[in-house]
C-alpha cells in the first residue's frame, strides 16, 4: 500500500519564479492538505482539497494556489516566489480507518530553496 | 484564532529517564490531538494520539494525558533511549473528514547516553 508520495524533492527556484509542486495521496484517501515547514518551526497549513475543491484555507497569500484532480492527485503552485518561501512543503493525506491510526498521512516533502 | 503552544523548545534528558512535552491549546472545539515525531530531514511519523473522550491513553513507552477543561495536554515518554531522539510536535484538530491540523512549534528532544 503506497503511502503519501511527492514530488519533486528537492527544488532551487530563483526569486520571482513559478513552482509546482506534486502530491499523490495514500491509497483509499480523498483529502489532501499542503503544510509549509520553515526551518525549525512546526508545519503551518495552507490549504486543504476535498472533491477537487479547495474546502479551508490558512493564512497564506493568493501567490499560494492548488488544485486537485480526480484521481485525489494534488498541486501546490507558488507565484512570485519570495526568499521567505523557502521551506520544507508537506502533503498529508487523510483518511478515516478502522483502526488506531487515523488522521492525517504526511508525505516525505518537497525541500524548496528560493535564492 | 486557533493557536497550540508548545514547552519545552528544546529538552535534554539521561538515557533511562522520562521526558515530558507539554501542549496547550486555543480552541475549546478542538476534540482530536495527535503527536508527531519528526526525525532530521524526514516526513512527521503519528507515534500516538487522543481523542477528548479520553484523559489518557498509553502504548508503551509512550502515553497522553488530556485536561480539557484547562485545555492542556502533555506527551510522556518514560525509560528513554538514544533512537527517541527527534523533534515531536503536538497538534490539535477538530476531527472529521474536513479537519485540519494545527501544530505546535516543536520540541527537540535530545537524549544523553
Known amino acids: 500500500d503506497a503511502g503519501v508520495t511527492q514530488s519533486p524533492t528537492h527544488l532551487i527556484k530563483t526569486r520571482g519564479q513559478q513552482v509546482t509542486l506534486r502530491c499523490s495521496p495514500k491509497?483509499?484517501?480523498?483529502?489532501v492538505s499542503w503544510y509549509q515547514q520553515a526551518l525549525g518551526q512546526g508545519p503551518q497549513f495552507i490549504f486543504q482539497?476535498?472533491?477537487?475543491?479547495?474546502?479551508q484555507r490558512g493564512n497564506f497569500p493568493d501567490r499560494f494556489s492548488g488544485h486537485q484532480f480526480p484521481n485525489y492527485s494534488s498541486e501546490l503552485n507558488v507565484n512570485a516566489l519570495l526568499l521567505g518561501d523557502s521551506a520544507l512543503y508537506l502533503c498529508?493525506?487523510?483518511?478515516?480507518?478502522?483502526?488506531?491510526?487515523?488522521?492525517?498521512?504526511f508525505g516525505s516533502g518537497t525541500r524548496l530553496t528560493v535564492v | 484564532g486557533e493557536n497550540v503552544e508548545q514547552h519545552p523548545s528544546t529538552l535534554s534528558v539521561q538515557e533511562g529517564d522520562s521526558a515530558v512535552i507539554k501542549c496547550t491549546y486555543s480552541?475549546?472545539?478542538?476534540?482530536?490531538f495527535p503527536w508527531y515525531k519528526q526525525e532530521l530531514g524526514k516526513r512527521p511519523q503519528l507515534i500516538i494520539d487522543?481523542?477528548?473522550?479520553?484523559g489518557e491513553k498509553k502504548d508503551q513507552r509512550i502515553a497522553v494525558t488530556l485536561n480539557k477543561t484547562a485545555k492542556h495536554f502533555s506527551l510522556h515518554i518514560t525509560e528513554t533511549q538514544p533512537e527517541d531522539s527527534a523533534v515531536y510536535f503536538c497538534?490539535?484538530?477538530?476531527?472529521?473528514?474536513?479537519?485540519?491540523?494545527?501544530f505546535g512549534s516543536g520540541t527537540r528532544l535530545s537524549i544523553r547516553p
Open positions: 498529508a493525506s487523510l483518511g478515516v480507518g478502522t483502526d488506531i491510526n487515523y488522521g492525517y498521512t
Open positions: 491509497s483509499g484517501h480523498d483529502t
Open positions: 482539497y476535498y472533491e477537487e475543491e479547495e474546502r
Open positions: 480552541d475549546s472545539a478542538s476534540n482530536y
Open positions: 487522543i481523542r477528548s473522550n479520553v
Open positions: 497538534a490539535a484538530s477538530i476531527y472529521s473528514s474536513a479537519s485540519k491540523i494545527i
